[in-house]
């Protein structure tokens, strides 16, 4: 079967064909970062008037890079939630009646799902169970991961998500944005450790994070102004203090659940550094690391294809009435497996 | 020629089926739920006249100006059934629906563009058919563009919300006026069936919606200009 999978629940367009017997077949990302940075961050209503443009020149380079007409589609599955309403609102709107017009089933598809099942798409997939560190720019959460649709929240940000804390630190930094992979380039060229900065959370009895109070720090350290090593030792600093309590909780997750595998997805999973320190003090552990492959990190259509394949093989898809709705918040621990 | 009309362009959602001169029409008022209603009424409509999705020859959609969220909605369910379909897309303006649906002979459509803003446009009618004498703009009610001579009816939604300030503009220009119409996919499917006709459709990809109000966020450059902060 073949599965026309539709992300747009943010800054990115994403459109993939994922096939149950081939595997992936072709994705194509379109990115707005260009458009958003003289904004300082994501304008929803830009987003959205975005993505009503990309959709189909999207969905003609995935069916060419396929090889695939689209009477060859079998289900079209979008991203139904969380996210900015108005952007979701395109892919459903386009993904339904897409779906209606080829006489097949749509599927809404909630995007964390998607990022974690991602790994899965990777060419040594983890079996279930095991437990998921999900780090984005929108999202900071442990969960375990028993099968698809099985999924119990562990542990959670209280606050700024991971990679919010990135992007805000470095705008305080003058990384401009989205400041993040900027802040990250800074850190490689800099020494953590000169300056300190606290690791909020990190001994607490339980598997939830803080990353708001870093950010503070950082401004108050920024204060007067930085020399440019400075900023760099500052940026590394930073970097170390957040990745070592994302390692610290999600490898103590992981031990807690008396499981051996830990799959790593969303944007923050492509941090080198985060990697780095995962891989090593995993192994001590015996504990395996997977992750996403790299272009799969960000938002993207595969892995929403991948989830409907999944969703699709699982269960009988209902009859297609059109009518549809997003849930732009949307808890990962409420979905049902398919039975 | 068998045409599907959407428009959801304000809180009056509708659908309609044009059959060789027959109309068939659903709808009704409900803010912010168009995903729940659009494509089932469409459905519906498809039923009631014994035809299949592949029957149809083209999409006419409200293109705008009119709501954000609602004009992506019909306008990302025409891109998903054209596409599916094989079927051109004609864009109409609401307003220009809005104006027929009036059923003047000169008519000033206006409706309600939020922020103390309406969107207004001018229309002539003959023969069923608006000709622009006033192409769409957004302005302040008190600022609107006067239409040449008299004899015009006020339509729109936009007189209901900003009655005194449009009359301060327009004195004596408007002869009547009905805020209680508003756009239909009635009214849009009629508008799209001689442009369809004509080869005017559009592949998918191309329908897009007409915002009208361009400018919806400041650059980081124009907030610091303004006396903002980073």
Redesign the interface.
């Given at each position: 079967m073949l599965v026309l999978g539709v992300e747009s629940s943010c800054d990115e367009t994403g459109l993939a064909l994922y096939s149950t017997t081939r595997g992936l077949l072709a994705h194509a990302v379109h990115s707005q970062v260009k458009m958003h940075e003289?904004?300082?961050g994501v304008?929803p209503?830009?987003a959205?008037?975005d993505h009503?443009?990309r959709?189909?020149?999207l969905?003609?380079i995935v069916l060419d890079e396929a090889a695939a007409e689209?009477d060859d589609i079998d289900a079209v599955a979008y991203t139904a939630g969380p996210g900015l309403?108005?952007a979701l609102?395109?892919?459903?709107?386009?993904?339904?009646?897409?779906?209606?017009?080829?006489g097949v089933p749509a599927l809404p598809i909630h995007h964390l799902e998607g990022h974690l099942l991602s790994p899965l798409l990777a060419k040594n997939p983890p079996n279930f169970p095991f437990v998921a560190l999900l780090v984005s720019g929108g999202h900071t959460q442990l969960m375990r991961v028993a099968g698809v649709g099985r999924y119990e929240l562990l542990g959670e940000s209280l606050d700024d998500a991971a990679g919010e804390a990135f992007d805000k630190t470095a705008?305080l930094l003058g990384l401009g944005y989205p400041g993040g992979p900027a802040l990250a380039s800074l850190a490689a060229t800099g020494q953590a450790g000169r300056y300190r900065l606290p690791r909020p959370m990190l001994h607490t009895n339980d598997l939830n994070f803080s990353f708001s109070g870093l950010k503070t720090a950082v401004l108050t350290l920024v204060g007067g102004g930085l020399a440019d090593g400075d900023r760099a030792d500052l940026a590394a600093e930073f970097q170390e203090a957040v990745t070592e309590v994302l390692v610290a909780k999600a490898l103590r997750a992981v031990r807690t659940c008396k499981l051996d595998r830990l799959v790593v997805a969303g944007g923050v999973g492509a941090n080198q550094r985060l990697r780095q320190r995962l891989d090593s003090e995993g192994a001590a552990l015996n504990i395996r690391i997977h992750y996403p492959e790299l272009s799969l990190c960000t938002d993207n259509g595969a892995m929403i294809a991948f989830c409907g394949a999944q969703r699709l093989q699982a269960a009988a898809a209902g009859q297609n009435?059109?009518?549809?709705?997003?849930r732009p918040r949307w808890p990962l621990a409420e979905l049902i497996a398919p039975s | 020629m068998k045409i599907l009309g959407l428009e959801t362009s304000s809180r009056r959602l509708s659908v309609a089926l044009w059959l060789d001169g027959r109309l068939l029409e659903r709808g009704g008022d409900y803010p912010n739920a168009g995903s729940e209603y659009v494509l089932p009424w469409a459905v519906e409509l498809l039923a009631e006249a014994g035809m299949a999705l592949g029957d149809l020859d083209g999409i006419g959609v409200g293109a705008g100006p009119g709501g954000f969220v609602g004009l992506r909605l019909a306008c990302g369910i025409a891109q998903g059934l054209a596409f599916g379909l094989d079927l051109p897309v004609v864009g109409v303006s609401t307003l220009e629906a809005l104006a027929l649906a009036a059923g003047g002979a000169r008519v000033l459509a206006c409706t309600d563009a939020r922020m103390n803003e309406v969107y207004v446009a001018a229309y002539e009618i003959h023969d069923g058919m608006p000709e622009t004498i006033m192409a769409p703009g957004v302005f302040p009610p008190e600022r609107v563009p006067v239409p040449p001579g008299s004899g015009w009816l006020g339509a729109g939604e936009g007189f209901s919300v900003y009655g005194e300030r449009l009359h301060e503009a327009l004195g004596t220009t408007l002869t009547a006026v009905s805020a209680d119409v508003w756009p239909t996919a009635a009214a849009v499917a009629r508008l799209a069936l001689p442009r369809l006709a004509r080869g005017e459709g559009l592949d998918p990809a191309l329908a897009a919606p007409r915002y009208v109000r361009d400018k919806v966020a400041l650059t980081t450059a124009e907030r610091l200009a303004r006396g903002g902060v980073r």
């Open positions: 003289d904004y300082g304008v209503e830009l959205s008037r009503i443009r959709l189909i020149p969905l003609r689209k309403a108005g609102l395109v892919g459903a709107s386009f993904a339904e009646a897409l779906a209606l017009s080829l705008k009435h059109g009518a549809f709705a997003i | -």
